[in-house]
Nanobody, 120 residues
Framework: QVQLVESGGGLAQAGGSLRLSCAAS????????MGWFRQAPGKEREFVAA????????YYADSVKGRFTISRDNAKNTVYLQMNSLKPEDTAVYYC?????????????WGPGTQVTVSS
């Protein structure tokens, strides 16, 4: 069973930066495409970014492209999300998960998420 624990969220001003981390346990991390999702109040959870096992292929939602960078450290079973030029509309709870075709979450279970709040 995979366990995912997100951290690094907080309060930032518009234009600021935050770096999120996701620690994953279990063999399911091996060779999995990993990614980040977010859920804003009153909205459905949406895909943000994903990274292949090798780390050399990444892709992003249009809303964060050019501002966010996803990376991973396979030795530490950890995925990161560097968020720059933050906007108030980035306010959400951020979650990590595996990603499959269609930017759909791989695992049924979710971690607690980490809250990101961006003030204008």
């Amino acid at each position: 069973q995979v366990q995912l624990v997100e951290s690094g969220g907080g309060l930032a001003q518009a234009g600021g930066s935050l770096r999120l981390s996701c620690a994953a346990s279990g063999r399911t991390f091996d060779h999995a495409v990993m990614g980040w999702f977010r859920q804003a109040p009153g909205k459905e959870r949406e895909f943000v970014a994903a990274i292949y096992w090798s780390g050399d292929t990444t892709y992003y939602a249009d809303s964060v492209k050019g501002r966010f960078t996803i990376s991973r450290d396979n030795a530490k079973n950890t995925v990161y999300l560097q968020m720059n030029s933050l906007k108030p509309e980035d306010t959400a709870v951020y979650y990590c998960n595996g990603v499959v075709r269609g930017n759909v979450p791989l695992f049924d279970s979710w971690g607690p998420g980490t809250q990101v709040t961006v003030s204008s």
